[in-house]
């Protein structure tokens, strides 16, 4: 393994001290951390479920899989067998150790996108793997790759694959043997765009062979201090990542695991969260256009992906001067050097704050 890169979020820390600065406090639009309330239904079964003096299965047990496979056929269209779901110790986790987990060699080559969530690169340097950067996987010349890396809906930019994009790769891959790997933790926040699962029989026909999807419940549910999340799809690799996890000791804990069933089984509590992002959404994008930013793609995810002609930087140190502090669009890759990542996580209160802000003199 190779040495590893500065953390995305300790480059930000002159800019946040600037942010911090600002009379009214900063608003942190860089993270895209939840701030809503875990819903109670969630916290009940939390508290059902903290006496727990036994392991809990590393599979996860039979509701959880039966709940996540239940949210996959309700709310996406994929119909997925339990046994075909593995939870995993939140998503981050899981996208950073897969390829080890998979025995993935030092000539074997990992695919991530041009614009990416930092970690896909780190999955690859942890597995001791080759980093091929492509939007276009399947015009790629040389060996297959070992493991390609999707998120539609995308972070930064919220773009959304199309079915026939999405099923024009899985035909490809699974003609040379490639794991596919799509990163669905937007998917239920579509804006602009109808976002399909990887695991739709739209994409990938009557079965998952050659294709994962990974799931995560800190978006949709406000559980990112849980640590709670899962993939699904090929059952073969599923079992074959169960099989390493259980020697690994990567296990989500009893009470989380039935916790995460009450997420799943729930959908009045995202349908009320989409309806606080998307006025948040408005509030922000109507303010960064009027504050002359052009604000590209963003059909979907929770960031606007915003540009007004400069360096990434010297964008987000102006915001900074107005306490407004944003993820610089080079931290995800190079093509992102003149956009930055503007999250709307935020409460409504400091949503709007930024948008005040935003409407004031400039300030660099």
């Not at 040495?3 to 406090?25: N, Q, V």
């Not at 790629?140 to 994009?165: C, I, M, Q, T, Y």
């Not at 209160?349 to 935003?358: G, K, S």
Request: charged share 25%; glycine share 10%.
């Amino acid at each position: 393994m190779g040495a590893l890169p500065t953390f995305p979020w300790d480059r930000l820390a002159p800019i946040k001290r600037r942010a911090l600065e600002h009379p009214g406090g900063a608003v942190n639009l860089a993270v895209g951390e939840p701030v809503d309330p875990t819903p109670k239904v969630v916290r009940d079964a939390l508290a059902g479920a903290v006496d727990a003096p036994g392991y809990p299965p590393t599979e996860g047990t039979p509701a959880l899989r039966r709940a996540a496979s239940g949210f996959l056929r309700r709310s996406l269209g994929a119909d997925v067998d339990p046994d075909a779901v593995l939870p995993a110790v939140g998503t981050k986790e899981l996208v950073a150790w897969l390829p080890t987990l998979l025995r993935t060699a030092p000539e074997d080559v990992v695919v991530v996108p041009p614009l990416a969530y930092p970690t896909y690169r780190i999955s690859a340097l942890l597995a001791g793997a080759r980093v091929r950067v492509s939007a276009a996987p399947q015009l790629l010349d040389g060996p297959a790759p070992k493991v390609v890396w999707l998120n539609s809906p995308s972070n930064p930019e919220g773009r959304v694959r199309s079915a026939a994009e999405l099923r024009e790769l899985v035909g490809w891959a699974r003609d040379r043997g490639v794991l596919l790997v799509n990163d669905e933790c937007y998917i239920e926040y579509g804006w602009e765009a109808s976002p399909v699962s990887i695991l739709h029989p739209d994409v990938c026909g009557g079965g998952h062979e050659g294709v994962l999807a990974v799931h995560s419940l800190s978006k949709r549910s406000n559980l990112a201090g849980y640590r709670a999340g899962f993939a699904a799809g090929d059952p073969r690799i599923v079992r074959e990542l169960l099989a390493v996890r259980k020697h690994a000791g990567h296990v989500v804990p009893a009470p989380v695991q039935a916790a995460m069933i009450a997420a799943l089984d729930d959908d009045e509590h995202v349908l009320r969260q989409r309806e606080l992002y998307l006025r948040r959404r408005s509030v922000l994008r109507a303010a960064l256009l009027a504050a002359g930013f052009r604000v590209d793609h963003s059909q979907a995810s929770l960031f606007l992906w915003a540009t007004r002609g400069e360096s990434c930087w010297d964008t987000a140190r102006a915001l900074a001067g107005s306490g407004i502090l944003v993820a610089p669009g080079d931290l995800y890759g190079e093509a992102g050097a003149e956009h930055v990542r503007v999250a709307f996580t935020e409460t409504d209160e400091r949503i709007d704050a930024a948008a005040r802000r935003l409407a004031g003199p400039p300030d660099g």
